[in-house]
């Protein structure tokens, strides 16, 4: 079970970056670190969060956010502006570029999603999915 498990992982990781390969240098995507992307799925999970709540949710300094922000904006995959409200606030938005990293991102999950699908009964699918949620709950706990 542990053999054939870390052989999926293995896959899976494989499969992820020959993804990112295939998207290749003009989305700008293998440019990234895995910080960047965490940076920008969580950009684009919240809206126009403030540096703070990009912290909260990657369980990360304020500060380490907002140099990883600043290069995303160097890199041009991110905007961002001072609140109105309260001038110490900046919210981050995420530019077409930054949008399009994360549409493909989806695009690909979906597509992984349904390649297992298509391998799987409907009744492994089922089981599957009860054994991924519980896996799920368990990391988040951890």
């Known amino acids: 079970m542990e053999t054939l498990l870390i052989e999926f992982i293995n896959t899976l990781d494989v499969s992820l970056k020959k993804f990112q ?3 290749g240098d003009g989305s700008g995507f293998s440019r990234l670190t895995m910080s960047q992307l ?16 990009i912290a909260n949710r990657l369980g990360i300094t304020k500060a380490s956010v907002t140099g990883g922000i600043n290069k995303l904006i ?11 409200e309260d001038k110490r606030v ?4 995420l ?26 009964s409907e009744e492994e699918a089922r089981q599957f ?3 991924l949620a519980k896996l799920v709950r368990l990391f988040k706990q951890a």
């Open 38 to 53: 965490q940076y920008i799925d969580a950009i684009g999970a919240l809206g126009k969060p403030a540096i703070s709540d």
């Open 95 to 120: 530019t077409e570029p930054g949008r399009q990293l994360v549409s493909a991102k989806q695009q690909a999950l979906k597509e992984y999603g349904a390649f297992i699908g298509a391998a799987l």
């Open 129 to 131: 999915e009860i054994i």
């Open 74 to 84: 160097e890199m041009g995959y991110v905007t961002k502006t001072q609140s109105a």
């Open 21 to 23: 390969k295939d998207m």
């Open 90 to 93: 900046f919210h981050v938005a």
